[in-house]
């Protein structure tokens, strides 16, 4: 048995990488050597030759790291890494709670020290070529160190809090772990703004002028409660924008990066607002906090039906009649990597249909068309493949594709 477990493992791995790569070249068949007519609209010959050189050059960057990535966890895992790191640092961690939460802390910083040459590679040389790095090497380095501080205090925290658990209650820890980690996640949602992102960005509220009276006045005509706006300096690391949602009751915001409010002009910054304000009214936080929840708790359940299975630990090298916690939950992880991967399958459909839902919402509320005209600059500056292919938008994108999206505004509008 423990072998059929060692020989599932590699080959959950393979697979994935596969079809992984499989639907990458998939992708980048779409890019046609010279602008495809139906794109004329939206990119000239020059724009397109560089958002395709572009993605060229991501995509061959990935399958680098992604390669290096596979062949160093194959070699980990098949010539007894795994084993060996917990041979070694067993005899000197008697504490049953800090030997497998120092075990993931080596593996985890091992594997950030790795890729961070390639993270360095990718914002100053790709993303600087193509004009979105913004970040200095200061920042790079402070924006490691603060993650690094984050994973050893809330990462520890809860990291410790669910190994603790896992031993106190044994195979009935899911229920009280479900509990711990849905008030957890609740409460990542609420303060994730005021808690989180002030650590790496600086949030200021819009400023008195054309744009925020044009929100308040907007938020006051579909009955949404909001104080205020907030701007955040995205153009500290990047010149891609974004705006996003996030909190709940009183405590919800609505953040514009400052690059988004520097690209577009005020009827289409309401725009992109109105389509958050879509995923409110739509309950589409709260739904997919319960969906989450209910996902949490089915899977806590299985985990704790294996979790104690020493045939896990020993597919790993480690003989015995007893299992190895730490073992146990890596073998869990990548054995449950094709569950993860229907439930992404889910979870990005139901995404997928929340954005054209809150697009809906935006063009109905605010009567025009600049969402449409926000949505192709969007795509646009930040060089997307706009015709992806659809087995990889079926499978990674959690958006609608721009055309997709524009063409169900023009039948919303043709149609009203």
């Known amino acids: 048995m423990q072998q059929t477990i060692y020989y599932a493992i590699i080959a959950i791995i393979l697979l994935s990488f596969a079809l992984d790569r499989i639907l990458s070249y998939l992708n980048s068949k779409t890019w046609k050597v010279n602008l495809p007519e139906d794109l004329k609209e939206f990119y000239t010959e020059e724009e397109y030759q560089k958002a395709r050189n572009y993605n060229k050059e991501r995509r061959t960057f990935s ?27 067993s005899p000197l961690i008697e504490n049953k709670i800090l030997l497998p939460l120092l075990y993931f802390g080596i593996i985890f910083f ?5 890729s961070t040459p390639f993270s360095f590679y990718s914002t100053f040389v790709i993303e600087e070529k193509y004009g979105f790095n913004k970040t200095t090497v200061k920042t790079f380095i402070l924006d490691k160190l603060k993650s690094y501080l984050l994973v050893l205090i809330i990462g520890g925290g809860i990291g410790a809090l669910l190994i603790w658990l896992i031993l106190f209650f044994g195979p009935n820890f899911w229920i009280v772990a479900f509990v711990v980690m849905t008030a957890f996640s609740l409460f990542i949602t609420v303060f994730y703004s005021s808690l989180i992102i002030p650590i790496f960005n600086k949030l200021e509220p819009l400023e008195e002028g054309e744009l925020r009276k044009k929100i308040m006045d907007y938020a006051k005509s579909v009955d949404f409660p909001l104080t205020n706006v ?5 153009s500290k690391r990047s010149a891609k924008a974004n705006a996003f949602f996030t909190g709940l009751g009183k405590r919800k915001k609505i953040v514009l990066y400052d690059t988004l409010i520097e690209k577009h002009n005020p009827d289409e910054l309401l725009a992109i607002l109105a389509h958050e304000v879509g995923h409110y009214k739509k309950k589409h936080i709260i739904k997919g906090f319960v969906i989450s929840s209910t996902q949490s708790f089915i899977m806590l359940f299985i985990l704790s039906l ?6 896990l630990t020993n597919a790993f090298g480690i003989e015995g009649n007893t299992y190895v916690l730490h073992i146990n939950l890596i073998a869990l992880a990548l054995l449950f990597e094709p569950i993860n991967l ?9 995404s997928r ?3 054209f839902q809150a697009d809906a919402f935006a063009v109905e509320t605010t009567k025009n068309k600049f969402l449409a005209e926000a949505l192709k600059r969007l795509s646009v500056d930040q060089l997307s493949n706009l015709k992806p292919h659809p087995a990889y938008v079926f499978f990674y994108y959690s958006h609608p594709t721009m055309l997709q999206r524009l063409q169900a505004i023009k039948n919303m509008i043709i149609n009203e």
């Open 63 to 89: 399958l680098i790291l992604d390669s290096l990535n596979l062949l160093i966890l194959l070699l980990f895992f098949t010539l007894g890494g795994f084993k060996w790191l917990n041979d070694s640092i």
């Open 110 to 114: 091992a594997t950030d020290l790795f």
């Open 230 to 234: 907030f701007v955040m300096d995205g």
């Open 306 to 311: 294996l979790l104690f299975e020493p045939l």
């Open 342 to 350: 229907i439930s992404g399958l889910f979870g990005n459909q139901r």
């Open 353 to 355: 249909k929340y954005e």
